[in-house]
């Protein structure tokens, strides 16, 4: 006999609203993990109308994400909260046309247009030092994560549009000050148990429509201008130079294609591009400060690549950094920033002994199976090392790579992992090639805040300039 949603433990919660009151948003992550501990790797949980089953278990987890788009979708909750703020992309799509939009994003995020575009990255790369070297030998404290952020929208915003925005070097109002406004309000909603917004518009709506308005605004900017090189310069066509004029031209190829899904991709790849790698490098920055010693052997790597450089200068040289890359992706298993998948079954699905009914809202919790010692020998320590691979394949530290998900899994898997892992061994080896970091925060005052993407709490550090 399958266990139904019914069978299952969870939290008791209260009449109508269920466990809504035990919830604080910032540390839901945590909360999950927590009733995990209690109530086991598949759990009920209600909060006010809605009935959940929280998955944790890393098997569940894998067969669930590669069985999208086919028996199961993102929670269609999640969809009408993206179309409402314009994002028709291959985020929130379903389906047949979400395969148009893959196809498409794909291409436009690949190797060959990664290789083309290196030198674009270079530029950001080599602004990002110069700061933190000015900053570096005046002695000064750092909030490292602007820096990260304003990096990452320089280069997205570069390849997506073909537009040089350079925010590292302006003060004042820029566009991270709109979009830092977005995510914490779709996440807000995405939990809300019920649509209070579209009927009463708070003071925090009124500032998130705005930065959606100027968001929209500056990409509909970039998409006529977009439109005009295209017609001045039909050659484009069959060499597009950016992510913009790929989505232009497959717009005019396909019929599927419509202006608001060009808008849409647009805005899904500037969003995911900024927050996920810079948050990621946040973490990783604050996990290295407390670990001299990784700060040390990622140094010595460092000045073997990059040779007399203060960045990596040449685009095949980043496959040898892999000590620099296992850092990444131990972060990636400690601290990710996308530990929660909102999922909704298309029919009746059985999974190891549990049935989920057609439509069930399914919530994974991704972060809980990377961090048992079942999955993963030492699993609360952070060792670099188990990720690099010694004779005939195998790692050092036992592990078990389907408890590792910090780019999804099966068809829907995440299309800008090759940039995002690149951008991060250019920024880890530049600056681990030139200081050391300290941590002047105290470790423990640096929380894990959950607003769709799970970031640090704003902390310090200064960067020692080394020898």
Known sequence: MSITYKELKGPKGLPIIGSIHKIELANFHNQLEEWSEEYGKVYKLILGPNKVTVITDPEITQTM??????????????????????VHGVFNAEGDVWKTHRRIVNKGLDVKHQQQFYPEILISLERLFNKWDNISSKNQVLNIQQDLLRFTVDVTTSLAFGYKMNTLEQEGDVIQNHLEKIFPMIFKRMNDPFPFWRYYRTKKDKIFDNA???INKLIDEFILDGKKKLKDNPALREHPTNFLESLLVAAEEEDTLTDEDVRGNLLTILMAGEDTTAHTLAWSIYLLAQHPEVQDRLHEEAKTVLNKSNWLEKYNSHSSLLYTEAVAMETMRIKPVAPLIYNQALEDVEINGYLFKKDSKLLIESRYAGMQDDNFSNAKEFKPERWIKQEKGKCPMGHDTKAYIPFGAGA??????????????????MLMKNFKVELITPANEVKEVMAFTM????????LIKRD
Do not use: T
């Open 65 to 86: 994400l590669k069985e999208r788009p086919g028996k199961f979708r993102r929670m269609s909750k999640m969809d009408e909260i993206m179309v409402e703020i314009g």
């Open 412 to 429: 829907r898997f995440c299309p800008g992992k090759n940039l995002a892992m690149l951008e991060m061994k250019l920024v880890l080896s």
């Open 455 to 462: 970031m640090p709490s704003e902390y310090q550090v200064k």
């Open 212 to 214: 959606v308005l100027e």
